[in-house]
């Protein structure tokens, strides 16, 4: 039986030296957990992620309501991405609005319309009912990246790097599935219109957006959760998904290198120029954020504190390409 060689990518070696020495650090970065949020009104001012809109009617076989037409805009247009009920201690019942984070973007395909997770069970089932949409939604996004590199004369190396990943992002949709239903939510529909033709220039300009900065940002977060979440099946998740994360930050890295020397120099310039907006557009995300305790402590996604650690390391690696 013959064997079947898969050729990777070259690993990055800045961008793994920097991840690695960010997850070493986890223990002696501050914690910054946040507050509990025990009044009516946005939690841990200034974040918006979580919304506490006070009581809500029980209903009569002891169920919670979950009416998430009844969540605000959210001030800064962050789309809402589902609600939740929470327990009072007198037996009745809170909604809790939850808006879109600065985590776990992942390859967000062009045109993807926002969709908001229906009845969701706790903070915990929407946080992976979205991660789920988020990969789900980058299975076309690595498939059309597929074709374009092939129809542009790219290495078969990274037209067969992006099929992968794709299939990657199959069996990460599963898995976060499978967390999401455990916390009581469903995966939300995947709503994108079909893709137009497109230059490579515009190709690569997504590819230095949603790959080099905001998918690589993804893979730190999906290494951190594997280090620090204290439930054991969500660390075990997310260690294996921040392998395959960080082997599709390297790719998005190895396109950029290849246009290198398709583009002219205006274009490069500009090239960077889109990584240096979307930087600038990411810190102010994360500069604005503060997770609640239930997603830092089980989910393990960062405190504000410990992702502007790793915004900082993100924005060395790309700040230097």
């Known amino acids: ?18 991840l690695y020495g960010l997850l070493l650090a986890a223990p002696l970065l501050p914690g910054g957990l ?18 506490n809109l006070g009581p809500i009617a029980v209903q009569a076989d002891g169920g919670f309501p979950r009416p998430c037409g009844l969540c605000p805009p959210h001030p800064d247009g962050v789309s809402n991405w589902g609600c939740s009920a929470a327990g009072t201690a007198d037996g009745g019942a809170e909604l809790i609005c939850h808006y879109q984070s600065c985590f776990g973007d ?39 990246l597929a074709e374009e590199l092939q129809a542009n004369g790219a290495p078969d190396v990274l037209v067969k790097a992006a099929r992968r990943s794709a299939g990657d992002e199959v069996r990460h949709t599963r898995a976060m599935q499978a967390l999401a239903r455990r ?11 079909p893709f137009e033709p497109r230059s490579l220039e515009e190709m690569l300009r997504e590819n230095a957006v949603e790959g080099c900065v905001r998918e690589t940002f993804g893979a730190f977060v999906a290494g951190w959760q594997g280090r620090t979440a204290r439930d054991p099946e969500v660390r075990g ?30 274009q490069r310039e500009g090239l960077r120029q889109s990584r240096r907006d979307a930087l600038r557009s990411l810190g102010e995300e994360v500069d ?9 402590h089980d989910a393990g996604l960062p405190s504000r ?15 230097q390409a």
Not at 288 to 296: F, R, V, Y
């Open 288 to 296: 604005g954020h503060h997770p609640p305790e239930p997603l830092i």
């Open 305 to 319: 504190a410990q992702a502007q650690a790793l915004f900082q390391g993100l924005a060395a690696v790309g700040l």
């Open 34 to 51: 946040a507050c509990r949020g025990e009044e009516v009104g946005f939690v841990c001012e200034p974040d918006y992620s979580a919304l």
């Open 183 to 193: 916390h009581g939510a469903e995966m939300p529909e995947v709503d994108l219109p």
């Open 106 to 144: 992942g390859r967000r395909p062009e045109g993807l319309r926002e969709s908001a997770v229906l009845d969701s069970g706790s903070e915990l089932g929407a946080l992976f009912a979205k991660a789920a949409w988020l990969e789900a939604a980058s299975v076309p996004a690595f498939l059309r």
């Open 237 to 266: 998740t997310m260690r294996a998904i921040a392998r395959d994360e960080l082997r599709h930050a390297e790719l998005a890295w190895a396109v950029d290198a290849w246009a290198q020397e398709h583009l002219s120099a205006a």
């Open 1 to 18: 039986m013959t064997r079947r060689t898969v050729v990777l990518v070259p690993k990055h070696r800045m961008l793994r030296r920097t």
